[in-house]
């Protein structure tokens, strides 16, 4: 791993903490918002999954699917999913922090990323990254099929299970709860 995708991947945790708990302390959630919240971050999970069952990270270039319209699709499930904690927050310094640190963290991630891909997977990476949109879905335009000759894969529970996404799902109903906790807290004691 480079030098720059070891201080992107090292420090995009280790601020990840401090962010979160300055996202709850400032968060002033109601019933309302969260719902409305949850929802936004449920469409974030479906993202996350339907690329998570489609990747095979390290075996193959992942090109069919959701990747035939987003090369980041699971960083793109992961935007909704923050975008859903923004809008449960309903806090503009809360919304304002978690997407600061989306923005700086994920886009250098995912450029990183690509320097590895395309050490990887060579021309069969440049023609993919050529028709597919970086972060933001090409909805209209799908990518054509590679050089390489591979097969479109099809989604595959056990591809989702060995990609641990459904810890994805767990962290989400916890981070919801805590926001629940956070909107008990200041209904009750007024902090």
């Not at 929802?39 to 479906?46: Q, T």
């Not at 894969?153 to 990609?163: A, I």
Request: glycine residues 8%; contains cysteine.
């Amino acid at each position: 791993m480079s030098q720059p995708r070891k201080f992107w991947m090292r420090w995009r945790v280790r601020v990840g903490y401090p962010v979160a708990v300055l996202y709850w302390l400032l968060a002033a959630p109601t019933p309302h918002w969260i719902a409305i919240g949850a929802a936004v971050a449920a469409v974030g999970l479906i993202v996350r999954a339907a690329a998570s069952g489609q990747l095979r990270k390290n075996e193959e270039l992942a090109t069919s699917g959701i990747y035939a319209h987003t090369r980041n699709p699971l960083y793109l499930g992961s935007a909704v999913l923050a975008a859903g904690f923004i809008i449960a927050g309903h806090s503009l310094w809360a919304g304002l922090l978690v997407g600061v640190y989306f923005c700086v963290f994920y886009y250098a991630v995912m450029r990183n990323e690509e320097d590895e891909l395309r050490e990887k997977f060579g021309t069969a990476f440049q023609e993919y990254a050529g028709s597919v949109p970086l972060f933001l879905p090409s909805i209209f335009r799908a990518a054509k099929r590679p050089a390489n000759g591979l097969a479109p894969k099809d989604f595959s529970w056990q591809q989702y299970r060995r990609n641990r996404e459904y810890k994805a799902l767990i962290g989400t109903v916890g981070a919801f709860a805590m926001v629940w906790l956070r909107m008990w807290l200041r209904a009750r004691y007024g902090y």
